[in-house]
């Protein structure tokens, strides 16, 4: 497998533009997380998805941030408009749920590569 | 609130020291723990620790968990240049849903 896949890698953009920001999850994985990670907050949750539906999203800084999963392979986030406090890396990441000792090592989070957004 | 806190927050060291690296955990319905290293790019896994007392090697890295005092080591011995990273720990609970991280322990690691 490829591994979780994010695009684009680097983004520049001026304040109150749009931002979609991409990720394919790992096959077969069930849960798809986006995190954003700042020097000064470290690695937060925003969202999380199990089965492409959202379970969680009280990690969303505000409305201006969104978050989808039509189908099983494929999430975006979206921040709209764009402000440079949003300047940060998001990173995706997926895992595989399960109970009891199905759960492993390598079915534990695994990050993408991440995004890395300025917001001008 | 959950949290997981981490120390030292930063730490230098002379190649071939030997590190020790603290997590304590205060995470409701608690599974595991996780530790990832971090380099200029994505969190990569190290280990995931559920029982106490069961210590996880690999290489010159090892970890054990404490369930009783909740709290984690990551140990590296004979520490090399390529060992400089951030190394995040994190709490992982029984929904094996939401894993709350630290703020991390950056290693510098000099010749």
């Known amino acids: 497998d490829a591994g979780v896949i994010q695009s684009p890698r680097h983004e520049v953009t001026e304040m109150g533009q749009e931002v979609t920001l991409r990720c394919k999850p790992i096959?077969?994985?069930?849960?798809l997380f986006w995190y954003r990670q700042t020097m000064m907050r470290g690695l937060e949750l925003l969202i999380y998805f199990n089965n492409n539906v959202p379970i969680d999203d009280s990690g969303m800084p505000e409305d201006r941030f969104s978050a989808k999963m039509p189908n099983a392979s494929f999430s975006t986030l979206k921040i709209q408009p764009s402000e440079p406090r949003d300047s940060a890396v998001y990173f995706c990441?997926?895992?595989?749920?399960?109970?009891?000792?199905?759960?492993?090592?390598?079915?534990?989070?695994?990050f993408g590569a991440g995004s890395r957004l300025t917001v001008l | 609130e959950d949290k997981v806190v981490q120390s030292p927050l930063s730490l230098v060291v002379h190649e071939g020291d030997t590190v020790t690296l603290n997590c304590s955990y205060e995470v409701t319905n608690f599974r595991s723990l996780l530790w990832y290293k971090q380099e200029k790019k994505a969190p990569t896994f190290l280990f995931m620790l559920?029982?106490?007392?069961i210590e996880k090697k690999s290489g010159r890295l090892s970890s054990i968990l404490d369930k009783k005092e909740l709290f984690s080591i990551l140990n590296i011995t004979a520490t090399q240049t390529g060992d400089s990273a951030v190394y995040l720990c994190?709490?992982?609970?029984?929904?094996?849903?939401?894993?709350?991280f630290g703020p991390g322990t950056s290693l510098s690691v000099i010749p």
């Open positions: 990441a997926s895992s595989l749920g399960g109970t009891g000792e199905s759960i492993s090592g390598a079915n534990v989070l695994t």
């Open positions: 559920t029982s106490s007392g």
């Open positions: 096959s077969g994985h069930d849960y």
């Open positions: 994190a709490g992982m609970k029984t929904s094996y849903d939401k894993v709350i």
